[in-house]
């Protein structure tokens, strides 16, 4: 099918290689013409495993192209994918003002029937919104249907996740655009949800509110497993065995960050109280995440005491492995408190180095993970990263002056950390 894509961000840019990926012909548009230059040499301007090669197979192929120009997308292609950013504001309302240009740009550019399909993620009752505004801003007055079509990829593994969904959701008002979208994703031979356009766009928030609750509730389940003496990770992997429950999303850790659940959660409570509802659940997941991380940052200094004139060294800054994204990363929060503090950082990440440099400028980056913690005084893991279960923790533990660590992700074992003269600090352990 030709589909066009306005956005090339995470979601955006993911989306329209899978489509093209899979024998669509896919124009992505975006409004930023260095953006589309860029995008057409093969320069991918995020790290997404897998995401470089599929953009230039399919733009060789002449599947992929890339355009600023809204109106040629609009016009050349039967459904329009809208993947813009929502960014909050400073009440923790979404900003839908990127979604209402778009919509107004796509009234302007029609001139035949298209179905619009939403996918960036938005509070309930903007598919109806978008609606009006197409209807209102279309001088050609020819008819549209608006769906929405939430997208569930996670940064890290968009790719897979894209390919392999769990499960399609299309929210829409009515039968006509059901075979189309149903079309569109046939390649992917997942389960389509078909729903009412504000249930599809519901489910989006209440599935990464869900996501952040149970990481929340894991958290404060850490505090009971450090006060009694139990380990949070056989409890995770007791309860997860329970098919209701699930193991994944049970990780303790020093607290969830990212682009999305955050500003989800925010966004959330929100619209609920717009709608009348107090989500109190929701604000204590937000309350938990926040504590999770003081408690961390209290651990290390009970333990070092004071940090001013201390060295700290920190493996990991992205907000979580496989990806560069540092945007609410607690990792560079963590590393920003400490620095508060006083304390001195050497720092390393396997991909999110250059971003974080601007974010925490008096930081000194080191390239090799082995050496990061040359004459500092404590090593703090503050990332996921695979990676990091491979560190030469002789070598490591050598070149600390004192052989600490602080493991915010329990990727280590305690008792063996311990057995080779580790003072080690983790969660829920
Ligand atoms: C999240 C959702 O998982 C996706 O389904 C959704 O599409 C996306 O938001 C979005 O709305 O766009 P993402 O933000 O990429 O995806 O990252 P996650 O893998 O969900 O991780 C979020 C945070 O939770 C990270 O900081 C991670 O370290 C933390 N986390 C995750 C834990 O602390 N413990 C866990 O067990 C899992």
New binding site residues.
Partial sequence: MKLTIIGTGY?GLVTGACFAEVGHRVICVDNDAAKVRQLRAGVIPIYEPGLEELVKRNVALGRLSFTENTPEGVQQSDVVFIAVPTPPQPDGSVDLSFIERVARDIAGAMTEYKIVVDKS?VPVKTGEKVAETIKRYCKAKVDCDVVSNP??????FAVGDLMNPDRVVVGVRSQRPVAALKQIYAPFRAPIVVTDIASAELIKHA??SF?ALK?SYINAISVLCEASGANVQEVAAGMGMDERIGRR???A?I???????PK?LSAFIKIAEQIGYDFRLLKEVQRINADQMDRFVKKIIETLWVLRDKKIAVLGLA??QNTDDVRMS?AIALCQRLQKEGAALRVHDPKAMEKARPLLPDATCVEDMNAVAEGCDALVIAT?WDEFKNLDLERVRKSLSHPILFDGRNLFDRAQMEERGWIYKSIGR
Avoid: A
């Fill in positions: 979601v993620t997208e569930f990829l996670r940064e890290g599935s990464n996501l990481i999303f049970l990780d850790g607290g969830f960050g990212g682009s999305c659940f989800d907000f979580k607690p996921e």
